[in-house]
Protein backbone atom coordinates (compact mmCIF):
# COMPACT_ATOMS: atom_id res chain seq x y z
CA UNK A 1 0.00 0.00 0.00
CA UNK A 2 1.59 3.47 -0.98
CA UNK A 3 2.01 5.94 1.39
CA UNK A 4 -0.17 9.68 1.29
CA UNK A 5 1.31 12.79 0.83
CA UNK A 6 -0.99 15.85 1.91
CA UNK A 7 0.75 18.64 -0.17
CA UNK A 8 -0.13 22.05 0.89
CA UNK A 9 0.75 25.55 -1.92
CA UNK A 10 -1.38 28.08 -2.78
CA UNK A 11 1.66 28.15 -5.92
CA UNK A 12 0.35 25.94 -8.50
CA UNK A 13 3.27 25.50 -10.46
CA UNK A 14 4.71 24.48 -7.24
CA UNK A 15 1.90 21.80 -6.24
CA UNK A 16 2.49 20.48 -9.69
CA UNK A 17 6.05 19.83 -10.32
CA UNK A 18 5.97 18.55 -6.34
CA UNK A 19 3.03 16.48 -7.35
CA UNK A 20 4.50 15.08 -10.49
CA UNK A 21 8.12 13.90 -8.98
CA UNK A 22 5.90 12.78 -5.29
CA UNK A 23 3.97 10.48 -7.69
CA UNK A 24 7.23 9.12 -9.84
CA UNK A 25 8.28 8.00 -6.73
CA UNK A 26 5.20 5.63 -5.22
CA UNK A 27 3.43 8.53 -3.07
CA UNK A 28 -0.01 8.97 -3.47
CA UNK A 29 -0.57 12.73 -3.40
CA UNK A 30 -3.63 15.20 -2.15
CA UNK A 31 -3.15 18.84 -2.80
CA UNK A 32 -4.41 21.70 -1.40
CA UNK A 33 -3.79 25.30 -1.91
CA UNK A 34 -5.50 27.14 1.66
CA UNK A 35 -5.20 26.42 5.27
CA UNK A 36 -8.96 25.35 6.29
CA UNK A 37 -8.84 22.52 2.75
CA UNK A 38 -5.69 21.44 4.11
CA UNK A 39 -6.63 20.64 8.10
CA UNK A 40 -10.13 19.36 6.22
CA UNK A 41 -8.16 17.16 4.11
CA UNK A 42 -5.34 16.22 6.93
CA UNK A 43 -8.44 14.84 8.91
CA UNK A 44 -10.07 12.64 5.96
CA UNK A 45 -6.80 11.34 4.50
CA UNK A 46 -4.88 10.51 7.23
CA UNK A 47 -1.63 11.26 5.46
CA UNK A 48 1.77 9.30 6.25
CA UNK A 49 3.34 13.21 5.64
CA UNK A 50 2.49 16.52 5.05
CA UNK A 51 4.65 18.97 2.99
CA UNK A 52 2.92 21.99 4.04
CA UNK A 53 3.95 25.55 3.00
CA UNK A 54 4.21 28.85 5.48
CA UNK A 55 2.42 31.50 2.98
CA UNK A 56 -0.94 30.72 2.72
CA UNK A 57 -3.67 32.80 2.03
CA UNK A 58 -6.13 32.18 5.22
CA UNK A 59 -3.61 30.59 7.49
CA UNK A 60 -0.21 30.13 8.21
CA UNK A 61 1.94 27.20 7.86
CA UNK A 62 2.82 27.93 11.51
CA UNK A 63 -0.83 28.10 12.66
CA UNK A 64 -1.66 24.83 10.89
CA UNK A 65 1.13 22.75 12.37
CA UNK A 66 0.10 24.61 15.64
CA UNK A 67 -3.50 22.72 15.30
CA UNK A 68 -2.17 19.58 13.94
CA UNK A 69 0.15 19.10 16.61
CA UNK A 70 -2.71 19.10 19.09
CA UNK A 71 -4.07 16.23 17.77
CA UNK A 72 -1.63 14.25 15.12
CA UNK A 73 1.92 13.23 15.28
CA UNK A 74 2.10 13.33 11.11
CA UNK A 75 5.82 14.02 9.94
CA UNK A 76 5.77 17.25 8.77
CA UNK A 77 7.94 19.15 6.01
CA UNK A 78 7.56 22.96 5.65
CA UNK A 79 8.51 25.07 2.71
CA UNK A 80 9.44 28.56 3.30
CA UNK A 81 10.78 31.71 1.72
CA UNK A 82 11.87 32.77 4.98
CA UNK A 83 15.54 32.51 5.26
CA UNK A 84 16.38 33.83 8.40
CA UNK A 85 16.77 31.33 11.56
CA UNK A 86 14.71 32.56 13.78
CA UNK A 87 11.66 31.85 11.57
CA UNK A 88 13.14 28.24 10.65
CA UNK A 89 13.77 27.29 13.99
CA UNK A 90 10.18 28.35 15.10
CA UNK A 91 8.67 26.09 12.77
CA UNK A 92 10.51 23.03 13.94
CA UNK A 93 9.96 24.11 17.78
CA UNK A 94 5.90 24.31 16.17
CA UNK A 95 6.61 20.45 15.40
CA UNK A 96 8.09 20.63 11.50
CA UNK A 97 10.67 17.78 11.26
CA UNK A 98 12.38 19.34 8.75
CA UNK A 99 11.75 22.56 6.60
CA UNK A 100 13.16 23.80 2.66
CA UNK A 101 14.01 26.97 2.09
CA UNK A 102 12.71 28.17 -1.43
CA UNK A 103 13.55 28.18 -4.32
CA UNK A 104 14.36 24.75 -4.01
CA UNK A 105 14.91 21.24 -6.20
CA UNK A 106 12.01 19.56 -6.56
CA UNK A 107 14.96 16.58 -5.97
CA UNK A 108 15.52 17.66 -2.61
CA UNK A 109 12.27 17.96 -1.33
CA UNK A 110 11.68 13.87 -2.21
CA UNK A 111 14.64 13.23 -1.12
CA UNK A 112 14.12 14.95 2.76
CA UNK A 113 10.29 13.12 2.69
CA UNK A 114 11.98 9.65 1.95
CA UNK A 115 14.56 10.39 4.80
CA UNK A 116 11.82 11.43 7.15
CA UNK A 117 10.00 9.13 6.54
CA UNK A 118 12.63 6.08 6.95
CA UNK A 119 13.32 7.64 10.05
CA UNK A 120 9.55 7.14 11.04
CA UNK A 121 9.22 3.49 10.02
CA UNK A 122 13.17 2.97 12.21
CA UNK A 123 10.65 3.68 15.47
CA UNK A 124 7.74 1.53 14.60
CA UNK A 125 9.84 -1.54 14.58
CA UNK A 126 9.80 -2.75 17.85
CA UNK A 127 8.45 -5.47 19.11
CA UNK A 128 4.70 -5.55 20.64
CA UNK A 129 4.50 -4.23 23.82
CA UNK A 130 7.97 -2.75 24.61
CA UNK A 131 7.68 0.28 27.04
CA UNK A 132 9.92 2.05 29.36
CA UNK A 133 8.97 3.25 32.57
CA UNK A 134 10.50 5.02 35.58
CA UNK A 135 9.70 6.60 38.91
CA UNK A 136 7.23 4.12 39.72
CA UNK A 137 5.40 4.40 36.13
CA UNK A 138 4.91 8.25 36.89
CA UNK A 139 6.58 8.44 33.52
CA UNK A 140 6.04 5.43 30.63
CA UNK A 141 7.55 5.43 26.91
CA UNK A 142 5.28 3.36 24.96
CA UNK A 143 8.56 2.06 21.74
CA UNK A 144 5.52 0.76 19.63
CA UNK A 145 2.18 2.95 19.98
CA UNK A 146 5.40 6.40 20.24
CA UNK A 147 3.35 7.28 23.24
CA UNK A 148 4.57 9.37 26.58
CA UNK A 149 2.34 8.74 29.76
CA UNK A 150 2.82 11.05 32.26
CA UNK A 151 1.64 11.01 35.84
CA UNK A 152 -1.50 8.70 34.56
CA UNK A 153 -1.97 10.78 31.45
CA UNK A 154 -0.84 10.62 27.45
CA UNK A 155 0.54 14.24 26.73
CA UNK A 156 1.25 15.43 23.48
CA UNK A 157 4.63 15.81 21.96
CA UNK A 158 6.15 16.51 18.79
CA UNK A 159 7.74 13.44 16.50
CA UNK A 160 11.21 15.44 17.10
CA UNK A 161 10.57 15.46 21.16
CA UNK A 162 9.56 11.98 21.10
CA UNK A 163 13.07 10.78 19.28
CA UNK A 164 15.03 13.10 21.97
CA UNK A 165 13.26 11.71 24.85
CA UNK A 166 12.93 7.83 23.60
CA UNK A 167 16.59 7.87 22.97
CA UNK A 168 17.64 9.37 25.96
CA UNK A 169 15.46 7.46 28.25
CA UNK A 170 16.97 4.05 26.55
CA UNK A 171 20.46 5.14 28.07
CA UNK A 172 19.74 6.56 31.44
CA UNK A 173 22.55 8.18 32.91
CA UNK A 174 24.40 8.52 29.18
CA UNK A 175 25.82 12.03 28.71
CA UNK A 176 24.59 13.52 25.18
CA UNK A 177 25.75 16.27 23.42
CA UNK A 178 23.83 18.65 21.33
CA UNK A 179 25.47 16.72 18.67
CA UNK A 180 25.19 13.37 19.43
CA UNK A 181 21.34 14.34 20.14
CA UNK A 182 20.94 16.05 16.40
CA UNK A 183 22.21 12.66 15.24
CA UNK A 184 19.46 10.81 16.85
CA UNK A 185 17.12 12.59 15.29
CA UNK A 186 18.77 13.06 11.87
CA UNK A 187 20.07 9.69 11.04
CA UNK A 188 20.34 10.12 7.46
CA UNK A 189 23.12 12.96 7.84
CA UNK A 190 21.18 15.92 6.72
CA UNK A 191 22.11 19.14 9.00
CA UNK A 192 20.53 22.11 9.46
CA UNK A 193 21.97 25.78 10.06
CA UNK A 194 20.77 26.32 13.17
CA UNK A 195 19.34 23.73 14.49
CA UNK A 196 21.90 22.55 16.44
CA UNK A 197 20.40 25.71 19.05
CA UNK A 198 16.84 24.46 18.52
CA UNK A 199 17.88 21.43 20.42
CA UNK A 200 17.72 23.60 23.96
CA UNK A 201 14.44 24.82 23.02
CA UNK A 202 12.93 21.03 22.15
CA UNK A 203 14.37 20.09 25.68
CA UNK A 204 12.53 22.91 27.12
CA UNK A 205 9.28 22.04 25.60
CA UNK A 206 9.77 18.50 27.04
CA UNK A 207 10.13 19.68 30.50
CA UNK A 208 7.22 21.92 30.37
CA UNK A 209 5.69 17.94 30.12
CA UNK A 210 7.41 15.75 31.84
CA UNK A 211 8.88 17.51 34.72
CA UNK A 212 6.77 18.48 37.73
CA UNK A 213 9.33 21.65 38.23
CA UNK A 214 10.50 22.21 34.79
CA UNK A 215 13.25 24.72 37.31
CA UNK A 216 14.61 21.83 38.96
CA UNK A 217 14.28 19.00 36.56
CA UNK A 218 14.63 14.94 37.37
CA UNK A 219 14.49 13.56 33.90
CA UNK A 220 15.93 15.42 31.44
CA UNK A 221 19.46 16.89 33.12
CA UNK A 222 21.56 19.32 32.05
CA UNK A 223 25.33 18.36 32.09
CA UNK A 224 27.32 21.81 31.87
CA UNK A 225 29.54 22.29 29.50
CA UNK A 226 28.62 18.71 27.64
CA UNK A 227 24.85 18.43 26.84
CA UNK A 228 22.18 16.38 28.68
CA UNK A 229 21.54 12.93 30.10
CA UNK A 230 18.16 11.96 31.21
CA UNK A 231 18.17 11.60 35.07
CA UNK A 232 14.81 8.97 35.41
CA UNK A 233 15.00 5.89 38.38
CA UNK A 234 13.64 3.05 35.82
CA UNK A 235 10.95 0.85 37.04
CA UNK A 236 12.65 -3.43 37.18
CA UNK A 237 10.79 -4.33 34.34
CA UNK A 238 13.23 -1.79 32.14
CA UNK A 239 16.30 -4.44 32.89
CA UNK A 240 15.01 -6.82 30.42
CA UNK A 241 13.96 -4.40 27.65
Known amino acids: ?23 KEGYEVFTSDNGLDALRKADRVNPDLIVL ?5 DISGEEICRLLRKE ?13 EDERINGIVLGA ?8 SPREVVVRVQAILRRVR ?15 RELII ?4 KEITWMGGTINVTPIEY ?28 S ?23 REPKYILTVFGMGYKFGGAPDAKNASL
Open 1 to 23: MCQKILLVDDEHMITEVLEAYLR
Open 53 to 57: DLMLP
Open 72 to 84: SDVPILMLTAKSG
Open 97 to 104: DDYVTKPF
Open 122 to 136: KTEHVPVGEQLSFNH
Open 142 to 145: DLLK
Open 163 to 190: RLLSNMAQNPGRVYSRMDLLDKIQEDGF
Open 192 to 214: YEGYERSIDTHIKNLRKKIETDA
